[in-house]
């Protein structure tokens, strides 16, 4: 197993959970917020580059388990009065069995044909949620979401969300550097090879998604708690996009690059939506930018630009 991690980015890991960790005694209600808000959204990421990066299939409906576990908290929580003991477990389980079901079908298929097929689950989720208002309160959203005492601040729930993020990170990287990961990596680089050499691509393909099906649960959840509410945006196809701008953007082909990507574009919206309303505008150049000139996404370019300035030294 290829559990190896390199000097320089444990201690950069560390120095961040270090940072973390301390945003609460700046006393900024505003860093306090963000931090929260990009540390969900950079496990959200991380979660769908397990279907990108490591498997090497493109997923346009990655926001469904997204809204599934947010939603399956929130009702659990809220209208059945579960204890966060039971109803958090409760809500991955659901978003990943939901994920199995959809990876069932998806991984009879490859290339574009899959993306549109995870697109339109994601589609369905969303009609569900909107349609069922008995249940999800449909387009005005499911509100008054109940959060356990405990965590009921924003510092105890920052602290919280740091500490489920931080084992999730933990435990993907694990999978991600597994033996798992690795055959994962070569059914992504040649599916017709790797099932030449005995391995089951549909059967990897299919655990994959349902990693990562589980993980977009957890943010969900998380996110559910933290905004005391879900909505139907949340299963909609635009914010799929988002999280696989994010993923892109930072680098697929990195471990902690959609981390990078999350971090990054949700700052650039926060700052872009006080100064103009054209963010989708902003949004569309990123995506062209990435396309045309980052392909390897910020983590590709710093490794250029590292090599760029070694060799420079060396001559």
Not at 61 to 90: D, R
Not at 179 to 189: D, N, P, Y
Request: charged share 10%; net charge neutral; with cysteine.
């Amino acid at each position: 197993m290829s559990w190896n991690i390199s000097r320089g980015v444990l201690i950069t890991c560390l120095v961040l959970f270090g940072l973390l960790v301390f945003v609460p005694l700046t006393g900024s209600k505003y860093l306090i917020d963000l931090s929260t808000e990009i540390m969900v959204y950079a496990l959200f990421a991380l979660s769908l580059n397990v279907i990108i990066g490591f498997s090497g299939n493109v997923s346009f409906g990655h926001a469904a388990y997204f809204a599934i576990g947010g939603y399956a908290n929130a009702i659990l929580l809220t209208t059945y009065g579960w204890p966060l003991i039971f109803a958090f477990p409760a809500a991955i389980i659901l978003s990943a069995l939901a994920a199995a079901f959809v990876a069932y079908f998806c991984t009879r298929l490859t290339d574009i044909y899959f993306a549109m097929l995870t697109l339109a689950f994601s589609m369905l989720v969303w009609a569900i949620a909107f349609k069922w208002r008995s249940v999800t309160g449909g387009d005005d959203g499911f509100v008054g979401v109940t959060v356990p005492s405990f965590i009921d601040g924003r510092v105890p729930f920052f602290y919280f969300t740091l500490i489920i993020v931080t084992a999730s990170i933990i435990i993907l990287w694990l999978i991600c550097h597994s033996a798992f990961g690795q055959t994962l990596i070569a059914v992504r680089e040649n599916l017709t090879r790797a099932g030449f050499i005995g391995v089951n691509t549909r059967m990897m393909r299919g655990i994959a998604f349902v990693i990562a099906g589980a993980f977009a649960g957890v943010a969900g959840a998380i996110f559910a708690m933290y905004n005391r509410g879900v909505y139907t945006e949340s299963a909609f196809w635009a914010e799929s996009a988002q999280v696989l701008i994010m993923t892109l953007l930072g680098g697929m082909y990195s471990f902690f690059g959609p981390a990078i990507g999350a971090a990054t574009l949700y700052i650039l919206e926060r700052f872009a939506n006080e100064y103009t309303e054209y963010w989708p505008t902003v949004l569309g150049l990123i995506l062209l930018v990435i396309v045309l000139v980052l392909p390897e996404g910020l983590v590709g370019l710093a490794k250029r630009l590292k090599e760029r300035l070694f060799l420079g030294g060396g001559q």
